[in-house]
């Protein structure tokens, strides 16, 4: 195969300059126009034939804005006779619709894997996906990432005596599991209910936190209302220094303003998988970027060699 050829759409150029800065490549250009009408069009302004190509785009607000960009630029370099085309999605919106919970509603995280593929992508690179049965939605290869290498690399630096690692949920266990065995610490979950979109319930903490420090870990934190809530719960088991880690801040409606009034959290962890803008980054917040292992997949995916040591969390 020919050489490399890297794209962006507007999500996040940072994060595609730095990974480019790790290949030691230049950023390919490309137009990205909005018409009169409204409509998007775009224009890959570098040479894609037989070409590996790469487009980043994470599926972040306006989160259909940004989809419909990486559905014309996949479909773009297709149409530029690439030899093969991989979309790098560092946060895959869609993920947490997955399944038909309620009558008449669409399974939104299939629909738009089946869209990718349409429109010419023929792998896709993303990073921690909300459950493990979005990664079979796509028809194409996909490597699914995580960043738990990177936050333990953060936190291996802590005096960790005395802390357990707490997922939100049941459902987040398996990740918090892992995570608390490449730390050597202990466990423990919350029992969750969520009632609509922003309003969660934890019913209980589920594990010995009771005088601990904890690092609360999350796959995403949104609005904020499953960590508010955990927190709330593990106050009551009178737990002493609060750190609260995600591998997408998303930080939507009012979780800036609900994470900066709690006073007693020490630290905010987070990666760079989706742009967070100046006004959202607290003083005890601390991003963490995955330029280097997005960047290091990519040079695997692109020579043929194996991506799963990148992943693999029992190391």
């Keep these: 195969m020919n050489k490399i050829v890297v794209f962006s759409g507007n999500a996040h150029m940072e994060l595609a300059a730095a990974i480019c800065g790790r290949l030691k490549m230049r950023l390919s250009p490309a137009i990205i126009t909005t018409f009169s009408n409204n409509c998007l069009g775009v224009q890959l302004e570098a040479n894609c034939r037989q070409a590996d190509v790469f487009i980043i785009q994470p599926l972040a607000p306006p989160v259909q804005e940004h989809l419909m960009e990486l559905?014309?630029?996949?479909?773009?370099?297709?149409?530029?006779?690439?030899?093969?085309?991989?979309?790098?999605?560092?946060?895959?919106?869609?993920?947490?619709?997955?399944?038909?919970?309620?009558?008449?509603?669409?399974?939104?995280?299939?629909?738009?894997?089946?869209?990718?593929?349409?429109?010419?992508?023929?792998?896709?690179?993303?990073?921690?996906?909300?459950?493990?049965?979005?990664?079979?939605?796509?028809?194409?290869?996909?490597?699914?990432m995580n960043a738990l290498n990177v936050l333990a690399r953060h936190f291996r630096r802590r005096d960790l005596k005395n802390t357990i690692v707490v997922s939100p949920d049941l459902g987040n266990a398996k990740e918090a599991t892992h995570f608390a065995r490449m730390l050597k610490l202990p466990m423990a979950a919350g029992s969750k209910q969520r009632l609509s979109d922003d309003r969660v319930v934890i019913d209980t903490i589920v594990g010995h936190v009771d005088g601990k420090n904890v690092i609360v870990l999350d796959d995403e934190i949104a609005n904020g209302g499953t960590i508010i809530e955990v927190l709330q719960k593990l106050r009551e088991r009178h737990v002493k220094r609060i750190v609260v880690a995600c591998t997408h801040g998303l930080f939507t409606g009012k979780a800036i303003a609900r994470l900066g009034s709690q006073t007693d959290v020490d630290e905010i962890v987070t990666t760079d998988t989706v742009p967070i803008p100046v006004d959202k980054r607290l003083p005890n917040m601390k991003i963490l970027s995955v330029a280097p292992l997005l960047a290091e997949a990519i040079r695997r995916i692109h020579v043929g060699e194996s991506v799963s040591g990148l992943f693999d969390v029992t190391q």
């Design 71 to 144: 559905l014309l630029m996949l479909d773009a370099a297709r149409g530029a006779s690439a030899a093969r085309i991989t979309a790098v999605i560092p946060h895959y919106a869609y993920a947490r619709s997955d399944k038909k919970d309620a009558p008449r509603i669409s399974i939104a995280a299939r629909l738009v894997a089946d869209l990718l593929v349409t429109a010419g992508a023929n792998r896709v690179l993303t990073m921690k996906l909300h459950s493990a049965q979005v990664h079979g939605f796509f028809g194409v290869p996909v490597d699914h």
